[in-house]
């Protein structure tokens, strides 16, 4: 798998969210890709990621802007790579684990399969990054 | 790959984390895995993977206890799989992105690769299932 391929998926990630078009974004997934979110609800199949997101980008998100950086990536077996890409979030609503406006920073694992000619995500997991709480 | 190979890996893991043996907690992941914890902390290969939790279990790990269950898996390519394991943890000190002594529970997805006859973790992301905050 090219990285240039997992590069140019980042982008569409990123070109979707931030239109916040769900149809365009959830076509990034396989038709029974896995996607567990921030707060540990786990979504199953492509239909469910794009319905939950378009509920959260007609409400919480709605404004929001998202920046992604690929952080890493590498291939496990033919045409199977993990990717890793950080995250940064503005202009959304109350949200993540500990419901803030502030800006958000996350990162997200991708499980990637190349299929008919093009990089689809299988899995996918994505974590708030938080700094400790005051006590 | 079986899924009662899955399984075992799963008790495997179970059982180094009650035991609080990071040496075979750590010996469960290959030497290059990624391991993003919950509160957003990517670490790089085993020896780091080991390294970081023989430090909380040496600290707010130290008595937990932790019960594994497979939710679910399935092989996306030959000698790759998916897997995600629902965890519950009691007896902990504070911790966890909203930095509690009750009980957790999480999610935790694993990407899997056969290798020289048995499983290891290739790529693990775990994230607590919060309930929304009261407002």
Known sequence: MK???IKALVAE?????????????ASCFAEDADFVNVVGVWWHG????????AASHATRFR???MRLRLAGSREIAPGV??????????????????RTTDTRLGIWT??????EGH????????TDTLSPQPA
């Open 119 to 126: 990089v689809e995500i299988a899995a996918s997991h994505n």
């Open 3 to 5: 990285e240039a391929d």
């Open 81 to 98: 790579a993990i990717a890793h890409v950080r995250w940064t979030m503005e202009g959304h609503q109350a949200s993540g684990p500990r």
């Open 63 to 65: 404004q929001s802007r």
């Open 110 to 115: 991708w499980t990637l399969q190349a299929k």
């Open 13 to 25: 990630i990123e070109a979707a969210w931030n239109t916040h078009d769900m149809q365009r974004f």
């Open 46 to 53: 492509r239909r469910e990621i794009e319905a939950h997101h």
